[in-house]
């Protein structure tokens, strides 16, 4: 087993599932092929939200395959960082909403 559970290689255990379920893996391919097409939304745009997406998910392979490929549909490195600073904002504002919750403890 790897020292990590993000190291690059690893992503290649993802192989397995198609061995073991290759009707839902293909199902799964074939919804992320239509989902990032081209259509009411530029291919550009949907990587840009992918790679805002996977700064708040927090997929290190997410963010790096989307942040490839936005660049290769066009984004320059400025909408890329804008992007990620979407993400920093929105990780952050979830946290704000939630302090009201800690905020609503110590009134009681």
């Known amino acids: 087993m790897e ?12 192989a397995r599932m198609f061995k073991l379920k290759p009707d839902i893996m293909k199902a799964f391919l074939d919804f992320d092929a ?6 009411s939304l530029s291919v550009k745009t949907k990587e840009l939200m992918a790679v805002a997406c996977a700064h ?16 290769k549909s ?15 904002a929105m990780r952050a ?7 009201c919750i800690a905020m609503d403890v110590l009134e009681d």
């Open 34 to 39: 239509k989902v990032f097409a081209e259509g």
């Open 93 to 99: 504002g979830g946290s704000m909403a939630h302090s």
């Open 74 to 88: 066009g984004a320059t490195d400025e909408e890329i960082a804008e992007a990620v600073f979407v993400a920093v």
């Open 3 to 14: 020292e990590h559970f993000y190291a690059k290689k690893s992503i290649e255990k993802a």
């Open 56 to 71: 708040v998910t927090q997929c290190p392979y997410c963010i790096e395959g989307h942040t490839k490929r936005a660049k």
